[in-house]
């Protein structure tokens, strides 16, 4: 990796370049569901006054996803914004490996399907039930159930997540008919045994994220593996008795089930079966394969761990080699904004809380675990609530500030990135006061990072990642608020499509600039422009600088 080149006009701030990621607070229609607009945001009001604005794009292709109707998403979000550049996602690169049959002709595929036609075992699949197309598209679960039937596969057995999240609030019946009516027809053919076997929501079983919660991943081994938990003759009737349980519980949060037939478990995972854990995206699905995959985890207690193929859709951690067998190759992302720096002396600073400190750290880096530099970079993660966020929306906003304010009081670090993760975490709630506090939360934690930089030099922008805040509610095709039939708001829990905003404040600084006459620019281009307020040229190969710098 070489050093960066100096900026021919510019020598750089006179303190840090700090980056402060809103994440999920989007630009929204100003409607009753934008929580944004409606927020008490004294501070943002201020910045739209007082710093250089502009609007960036965060989802479809400016994020590598497969169309402009694909909600952006925080891996691919922090992915384009570290890296500089947009790279063809998980979505896009899984849906293409099964369109032109690639996923199916590779040797993992194969090793999956032989394995239990010489042992006559059960092929299983576990993932995230919906078309949110962030973490899985059922679309690409159905069709590797259709392809596990043309290679001769008899006996499959589906574990399905409920969602929720990236999908309506309570819609899991539409996806489990969709599964049924599938199976249903496989089924019709002679010989074959395609059936669902457990389930629970995403929240409850199964995806953790960051050792934030390994009992979940407990629940979720217990009730996929060992066929442990409340017993259903079907995933309807166990979804009707959830939902009985709790009218407005939200489908992530549902308990976990299991299909039963003459008493006992129709899929329990055993020795020489195969396993495919279909979530596409990383972060949410590291710990289930690891949990398959390591022999010598400890994090909980898993019993007798059968002795079964696994594979990963993809490849969720290239550093660690998690899992150790994948079906796609994931995007390789290199030279990223970090690794740059690092190779130029700037030292740095990454902090959030464990929600999302690996977005400012593993998908920063394009999904590198571990620093660059244990001299040059410092990582701060600061432990998550155990409770509902909708509960505590403030979260840990106050002490990532501090963390933050320390490094400027002592001049420790030249460029400072953070993930403030209220806006989404909240959001994906559905609860719209607590979503209104959780973005005020940011805006009060802004505001002492405003008089900070006033006091001690530099330059902060201001952005997002994606949109969820914005748009609580649905929308009819006017851009209106939809109405259910008690007149009620529909509540909205997934990602927007909106644009997020990116406010540069400067604080003084004597450089000389303007916002660039480029048009539609996305996220990816805030690396290039942290690097010209650092001093350096951007490299070639990064998406356009959000600003143009001239003589100073």
């Known amino acids: 990796m070489n050093q960066l080149k100096r900026h021919s006009n510019f020598s750089g701030s006179r303190g840090p370049v700090i980056l402060a990621i809103m994440d999920g607070v989007g630009i929204g229609g100003g409607d009753a569901g934008d929580m944004v607009a409606k927020a008490y945001t ?8 007082n710093s250089v604005y502009t609007q960036l794009q965060a989802h479809g292709r400016a994020v590598g996803m ?56 059960t092929f299983h699949f576990i993932g995230l039930l919906s078309d949110g197309n962030v973490h899985s598209h059922i679309d690409i679960l159905l069709a590797m159930l259709s392809r596990a039937q043309s290679d001769g596969v008899r006996k499959v057995r589906v574990h399905i997540l409920l969602d929720g999240r990236d999908v309506p609030p309570q819609s899991a019946e539409v996806y489990i008919a969709r599964l049924e009516e599938h199976l249903a027809t496989i089924n019709g053919s002679p010989g074959f045994d395609y059936r669902i076997a457990s389930g629970g929501g995403r929240l409850y079983i199964t995806m953790d994220r960051y050792g934030a919660d390994w009992p979940m991943v407990k629940r979720g081994w217990d009730v996929h593996v060992k066929g442990i938990g409340r017993p259903f003759s079907s995933a309807q009737q166990a979804l009707e008795a959830l939902r009985a349980d709790d009218p407005e519980a939200v489908d992530q949060d549902l308990k976990e089930f299991v299909i039963v037939e003459d008493g006992k478990p129709v899929g329990p995972i055993v020795d020489g079966d195969s396993v495919v854990l279909f979530n596409y995206r990383g972060d949410r699905a590291i710990e289930m394969a690891r949990a398959f995959d390591d022999p010598d985890l400890d994090t909980f207690d898993r019993g007798v761990i059968p002795k079964v193929r696994f594979a990963g859709i993809m490849e969720y951690d290239s550093d660690q080699k998690i899992p150790k067998h994948f079906l796609v190759t994931p995007p390789a992302i290199e030279e990223t904004l970090a690794e740059f720096l690092v190779a130029s002396g700037v030292r740095q600073l990454a902090v959030s809380e464990t929600q999302k400190y690996g977005h400012v750290t593993y998908f920063f880096n394009g999904n590198r675990s571990g620093k660059f530099s244990e001299e040059l970079e410092d990582y701060v993660e600061i432990k998550s609530d155990h409770v509902p966020f909708n509960q505590r929306p403030w979260m840990k906003a106050a002490e990532i500030t501090d963390v933050i304010l320390d490094s400027l009081v002592n001049h420790r670090h030249d ?37 900070a930089v006033q006091k001690t030099g530099g330059i902060l922008i201001v952005t997002a990642d994606h949109g969820n805040a914005d748009e609580m509610y649905f929308l009819d095709e006017s851009g209106n608020p939809k109405r259910d039939e008690k007149g009620d708001f529909c509540i909205k829990t997934s990602h927007t499509l909106n644009p997020v905003p990116c406010y540069i404040y400067t604080a003084g600084q004597t450089a000389n600039f303007q916002l660039s006459e480029q048009r539609e620019l996305g996220i990816s281009s805030l690396a290039a422009t942290i690097l010209e307020f650092l001093g350096f040229e951007p490299p070639s190969t990064f998406e356009p600088s959000i600003v143009c710098i001239a003589d100073s």
């Open 415 to 451: 460029f400072i990135r953070t993930n403030f993760p209220n806006g989404d975490m909240v959001g994906h709630t559905g609860d719209v006061l607590a979503v209104e506090i959780s973005v005020e939360v940011v805006d009060l934690c802004l505001g002492r990072l405003i008089e």
């Open 66 to 121: 497969p169309s402009n109707a694909d909600m952006g998403n925080s891996e691919v979000g922090h992915n384009a914004i570290g890296s500089g550049r947009v790279f063809d996602q998980g979505a896009l690169l899984v849906q293409n490996a099964v369109r032109s049959g690639v996923m199916f002709e590779g040797d993992v595929w194969k090793q999956l399907v032989e394995g239990v036609i010489q042992t006559s075992g």
């Open 42 to 49: 004294p501070n943002l009001d201020w910045l739209a006054e």
